[in-house]
């Protein structure tokens, strides 16, 4: 754990006090911005310190003072991590616990256009997790309620790939009072699919 950390910290130099940008490597850089993808773990394996990708990814997607756009890659980047199936990306691993604590703390605050971002780009990640758990569907429902249609949208896709039932009878009720048609379609197409799903 310590090499983890003494490796991160060679990474990232040292971390920078509130409010001044985070520099990074230019390897790191290249790595976290292609153009119209999500950053390939290959990748980033290559950009970071062997054996520390994941640590590093981490401290990018949580800190909030680097380049917005660099800390939106690395967050969707995350589940690029999870262990492969049958193993869960679920409560207990860094990626899935780092991913709800981001959207719990960003649902708590008074959302900037930056947040909203920030917010969106967690939620869709934690449902490329796929876990299937009832506790993620509980942690993505409160938001169908946000004034954002986006984020609402955002969310509808990210319960689908969750994949599970439960998620259901609260998106019955949330295509009932939907006013946005886009919205309203996304939220009858996922309560289709997640028909489909084991659990």
């Known amino acids: 754990m310590r090499l983890g950390l003494v490796s991160c910290a060679a990474v990232l130099c040292t971390l920078p006090a509130y409010g001044e940008p985070t520099t990074l490597p230019q390897s790191v850089v290249n790595a976290l911005t292609p153009i119209d993808?999500?950053?390939?773990?290959?990748?980033?394996?290559?950009?970071?310190?062997?054996?520390?990708a994941l640590e590093n990814l981490l401290t990018i997607a949580l800190n909030r003072t680097g380049d917005l756009g660099i800390e939106l890659r690395a967050i969707r980047a995350l589940?690029?991590?999870?262990?492969?199936?049958?193993?869960?990306?679920g409560t207990?691993?860094?990626?899935?616990?780092?991913?709800?604590?981001l959207i719990v703390s960003e649902q708590?605050?008074?959302?900037?256009?930056?947040?909203?971002?920030?917010?969106?780009?967690?939620?869709?990640?934690?449902?490329?997790?796929?876990?299937?758990?009832a506790s993620d569907v509980?942690?993505?429902?409160?938001?169908?309620?946000?004034?954002?249609?986006?984020?609402?949208?955002?969310?509808?896709?990210?319960?689908?790939n969750v994949c599970n039932k439960q998620a259901i009878a609260p998106l019955n009720k949330s295509y009932a009072t939907e006013r946005v048609a886009q919205v309203k379609a996304e939220i009858y197409a996922a309560i289709q699919d997640l028909g489909d799903c084991s659990n």
């Open 138 to 160: 509980d942690t993505l429902m409160p938001m169908m309620t946000s004034a954002s249609r986006d984020l609402r949208a955002t969310v509808v896709r990210a319960l689908v």
């Open 79 to 89: 589940p690029s991590y999870c262990p492969p199936t049958p193993q869960l990306c």
């Open 37 to 52: 993808s999500v950053p390939s773990k290959s990748a980033l394996n290559d950009a970071f310190p062997p054996q520390a």
């Open 108 to 133: 708590a605050a008074q959302r900037t256009p930056q947040d909203l971002l920030r917010l969106r780009a967690a939620v869709e990640a934690l449902g490329q997790t796929r876990t299937g758990l």
């Open 92 to 101: 207990g691993t860094a990626i899935h616990d780092s991913l709800v604590a």
